[in-house]
């Protein structure tokens, strides 16, 4: 036990809270810049088992923030990659690397007879369909995301309210690093804050991390944070649909420019998002509306046009990129 001696010296945690880390299962989304410290922290503090899920390969540009890398790891899976430097971190923790996109299709499975799921992912669709499954399972959920110099760890659903309770609405402009750019770091910054949320939720320490946001000004070099416990759940939620699940009788429209790829499927309509609203396209009454774009941020904006001017279900597809990379994966 000399391994874990100075954490267990801290009282809050002691032996109990080192056998709950030991017992712990964890599901991490995305081995990328903020997963860095986040998986090493949690390896090194002896949490029993890391699923690990993230579809990329490792890039030279990732190498400035995605510190468990080296050149030699150019071209291999992320979660391959990643597996093999904390296999030697620490041998106690079992890590098992799944090379693949998460969905709504896998989210169930791959969050099974886990205890926690730390989104590390960065993306849009990818949160929203974890808050989502964690929030109906009862599921604690610490997600994070960085664009440029400021990010923000949060813990949800588990009993707090979720993602959607915080963000319901879908911002002006959504960034990203690959567009916006990003400081390393800032990313370490705030994965070690996720790290530390996470320890914390599967340790049992008080006060829960759930229900709390912390957030950091890389320039300003300033932390802040809230609570929103307590905080309602927003009564339209749209939810995220695999593309396999598309039905024969769906309204299914394609918002991506045709050079982005061709129609998710025979039949399908292609419009912009700003087509839609009063006067624009709407399903027959019965039908039900796919939206499908690339990250699920236009078929978010087209969604809500959409629902002022008509109230049958609607649904968001994330097609991913055709390349079958990410965009960015902080």
């Not at 236009?298 to 002022?308: G, V």
């Amino acid at each position: 036990m000399s391994r874990y001696a100075r954490q267990q010296a801290v009282p809050e945690l002691g032996a109990a809270g080192q056998a709950r880390l030991r017992a712990a299962s964890v599901l991490v989304v995305g081995a990328g810049g903020l997963a860095a410290p986040v998986l090493q922290y949690l390896a090194g503090a002896g949490v029993g088992h890391l699923r690990l899920v993230d579809p990329d390969r490792v890039d030279e540009s990732n190498l400035h923030r995605q510190t468990l890398f080296r050149a030699g790891d150019l071209g291999r899976p992320k979660a391959a990659a990643a597996a093999a430097a904390l296999d030697g971190l620490n041998p106690d923790c079992r890590i098992e690397p799944v090379t693949a996109a998460l969905g709504p299709g896998n989210a169930a499975a791959l969050a099974a007879g886990t205890d926690l799921v730390l989104d590390c992912a960065d993306s849009f669709a990818a949160s929203y369909i974890l808050s989502d499954h964690c929030h109906a399972n009862g599921l604690p959920l610490v997600s994070a995301s960085v664009v440029r110099t400021e990010g923000y760890a949060g813990g949800f659903c588990g009993g707090a309210p979720s993602l959607r309770a915080v963000f319901p609405d879908l911002p002006h402009r959504l960034g990203s690093c690959a567009e916006d750019g990003v400081l390393g770091p800032v990313v370490g910054v705030v994965g070690s804050l996720q790290a530390q949320m996470a320890l914390a939720g599967l340790a049992g320490l008080a006060p829960t991390p759930l229900g709390r946001i912390a957030s950091y000004d890389g320039l300003a070099h300033r932390f802040g944070g809230f609570s929103f416990a307590g905080a309602p759940e927003p009564a339209w939620r749209p939810r995220f649909l695999d593309p396999a699940e598309i039905a024969p009788g769906d309204f299914v429209v394609d918002l991506r420019a045709p050079a982005e790829g061709p129609l998710v499927r025979d039949g399908a309509r292609r419009h912009a998002a700003q087509e839609f609203g009063p006067g624009g396209p709407c399903p027959a009454p019965g039908q039900r509306a796919v939206l499908c774009c690339r990250s699920g941020q236009r078929s978010w904006s087209a969604a809500e046009r959409l629902a002022a001017a008509w109230d049958g279900e609607i649904t968001l597809v994330a097609l991913g990129d055709p390349t079958g990379e990410t965009a960015c994966d902080t």
